[in-house]
C-alpha cells in the first residue's frame, strides 16, 4: 500500500519543489543578466588576467610575510595593478602588523638514530639562542594525548606532535589537526615542557616542512615550536618505537620585531541603482616567506581581481558595488580584516553578500552557502547558472574564510564557490608553493565560476537579507 503511494507522494513534492523556486525564478535575475552571466563565464575561460596577476605577485613580489619588505611591495603593486586593470576607489586601509623574522632553523636527532632534518619554526616562534635546546624528546599523538600524559612527564622535555593530518577535498582535514600547531606550544609549556616539535600540517610524503602560525597563551612560557616534513616524521615516529631513549636537539634564530604599518588593499566596480550595498570580494595579499605564496593566496588575490576586471568589461554595470579587499595579514593573527572592520564598523550593514577565494587555485567543485533561508531559491538559481561547471550543490553551513569572519559573525550572507582543495595542503605554507602549482586552466575555470557567482550576487532583484542563525562549527 505504502509502496504503490509513494510515486504519487514523490510526484506531488516535486511539483512543489519546482513551483515554489519557480515563482521566485521568475524574478530574482533579468534575462539579461543571465546573459551576462553567460558572457562572463565565456569571457573568463579564455581570460590570461588572473594566471598573469598570479605571475606577476609572485615574481615581482615574491614572499610576503607580514612586516616584511615583501609586505610593502605588495600593497604597492595591489594599488598599481587595481589601477592598471581600470578599478574605481582605489585605496588602502592601514593595519598594524606583527613583524616576526624566521632566522635559521635546525633540528637533529642525537639517539638512538643521530641524523638531521630541514624544519621550519611555527611562525611567531621564539628563538632558542645560540646554544639552542638539547632534551629528551617524549612523542604524543596530540594536544588530548599530551593532557592525559602522568604529571612530569614532559618537564624539561622536547615534546614531539605525531599526529597525521587527513586529505579531504574541502580541507576539513586541516581544522582537525591545526590545534596542535596553534596549541601545542603553550600547552606543552604549561606543562614543564622545553621545546615542540610538530609533524607539519599538510599532507605530502615530500621532504618539505609546513609552517604556520603559533598563538602563544600569556598563561606559560613562550618555548620555541618548529616543524618537521611528513616523511621525517615518520621517521621520527620509528626512532620512538624502537624503544630506546630518544634524544633531540634544535636551534632557531626566530625573533619579535616591532609592529609595522602594513594595509588591505581596496578597489571597486562601482554599483548603479544599488551602488550603497556592496558585495564583498575577499583575499589576502600577504603570505607565509619560504615559498612566494601562490597558492596562499596570490591565486585568491587573482580570482577576485580577475573576476572584478571581467565584470567591469561588461557592457552593463553592476546593481551593487563590487569590492575588492585585498587583506593584509590574513596570515599571523588577521590583523587586516579587523583593521577593516573597525575603519568600516558604521558600512558593515552594507556589505550585504560576501566571497572569500583563500583555498588556492581551484577548479571549483562545489557552490555552499550562508544565506538567509529566504535566499536559498537565489543561491538554487545561481547554482543552475552555474551548470555548465557540474558543481556539486553544497549546504548552508558555508563557513567562509577567515578574512570574512568578522563580517560574516555580522549576518552578512557568503556565497562559497568551493575550491577543490585535495592538494592544497601539500604545499600550503611550505617553501614549494610556487608558481608551478597554479593550474592555468583551473584557475581560469575559477574565475569562472566566481564571476557567474558574484555578478548574479550583485544583481539579485530582492534584499539580501541579513543571517540571524548562529554559526556550524567548523567542519
Ligand atoms: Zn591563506
Known amino acids: 500500500m505504502r509502496k504503490k503511494n509513494y510515486p504519487i507522494l514523490v510526484g506531488l513534492l516535486l511539483a512543489l519543489s519546482t513551483t515554489a523556486p519557480a515563482a521566485e525564478k521568475a524574478q530574482a535575475f533579468t534575462r539579461a543578466d543571465l546573459a551576462a552571466a553567460a558572457t562572463l563565464r565565456e569571457r573568463a575561460l579564455t581570460d590570461a588576467t588572473a594566471y598573469a596577476l598570479v605571475e606577476s605577485l609572485t615574481t615581482e613580489v615574491g614572499p610576503r610575510p607580514a612586516g616584511s619588505p615583501g609586505d610593502q611591495a605588495a600593497v604597492a603593486w595591489a594599488q598599481r595593478e587595481m589601477q592598471r586593470l581600470g578599478f574605481a576607489n582605489v585605496g588602502t586601509v592601514d593595519a598594524f602588523v606583527p ?43 596530540d594536544l588530548d594525548a599530551l593532557a592525559a600524559l602522568p604529571p612530569g612527564a614532559v618537564k624539561d622535555k622536547i615534546v614531539f606532535f605525531s599526529n597525521r593530518m587527513e586529505r579531504t577535498r574541502d580541507g576539513s582535514g586541516y581544522g582537525k589537526a591545526v590545534a596542535v600547531r596553534a596549541g601545542g ?49 615518520d621517521a621520527l615516529v620509528r626512532q620512538f618505537e624502537s624503544g630506546k631513549p630518544v634524544r633531540l636537539k634544535l636551534r632557531s634564530s626566530s625573533r619579535d620585531l616591532p609592529p609595522v604599518r602594513s594595509a588591505s588593499v581596496v578597489g571597486e566596480v562601482p554599483g548603479t541603482d544599488r551602488a550603497g550595498e556592496i558585495v564583498i570580494l575577499g583575499a589576502h595579499l600577504d603570505s607565509w616567506d619560504p615559498g612566494v605564496g601562490a597558492i596562499d593566496d596570490g591565486a585568491g588575490v587573482a580570482i577576485m581581481m580577475g573576476v572584478a576586471k571581467l565584470i567591469r568589461e561588461l557592457d552593463v554595470k553592476p546593481k551593487r558595488t563590487v569590492r575588492v579587499v585585498l587583506f593584509a595579514n590574513e596570515e599571523f593573527g588577521t590583523s587586516g580584516s579587523l583593521a577593516y572592520l573597525a575603519a568600516n564598523e558604521a558600512e558593515a550593514p552594507r556589505h550585504v553578500l560576501g566571497f572569500e577565494a583563500d583555498f588556492g587555485a581551484g577548479p571549483v567543485w562545489r557552490l555552499a552557502s550562508r544565506v538567509n533561508p529566504a535566499q536559498l531559491p537565489v543561491v538554487e538559481q545561481i547554482y543552475h547558472a552555474l551548470a555548465p561547471f557540474k558543481l556539486v550543490r553544497g549546504d548552508n553551513e558555508a563557513h567562509g574564510g577567515a578574512d570574512l569572519e568578522g563580517l560574516s559573525k555580522l549576518g552578512m550572507p557568503i556565497i562559497e564557490p568551493g575550491l577543490d582543495g ?54
Not at 633540528?107 to 621550519?120: G, H, I, R, Y
Not at 614543564?192 to 606559560?220: C, M
Not at 608553493?433 to 581560469?444: E, F, I, N
Open 185 to 233: 606550544p603553550s600547552a606543552a609549556a604549561a606543562l614543564g615542557a622545553a621545546a615542540i616539535v610538530i609533524r607539519s600540517i599538510g599532507t605530502s610524503d615530500s621532504r618539505f616542512p609546513h609552517t604556520g602560525a603559533t598563538r602563544y597563551t600569556n598563561a606559560a612560557p613562550r618555548i620555541p615550536a618548529l616543524a618537521i616534513s611528513n616523511p621525517d616524521a
Open 422 to 475: 585535495t592538494k592544497y595542503f601539500d604545499v600550503h605554507h611550505t617553501a614549494n608553493d610556487t608558481l608551478a602549482q597554479v593550474d592555468p586552466q583551473a584557475l581560469r575555470q575559477s574565475v569562472a565560476a566566481f564571476a557567474v557567482s558574484v555578478w548574479l550576487g550583485a544583481q539579485y532583484s530582492g534584499t539580501w537579507e541579513r543571517v540571524t542563525t548562529e554559526k556550524a562549527p567548523r567542519r
Open 99 to 141: 613583524h616576526w623574522v624566521r632566522g635559521e632553523a635546525e633540528f637533529s636527532v642525537l639517539a638512538p638514530f643521530p641524523q638531521s632534518m630541514p624544519t621550519l619554526a611555527l611562525g611567531g616562534s621564539v628563538g632558542t639562542g645560540s646554544e639552542g635546546v638539547e632534551a629528551d624528546g617524549v612523542m604524543v599523538k
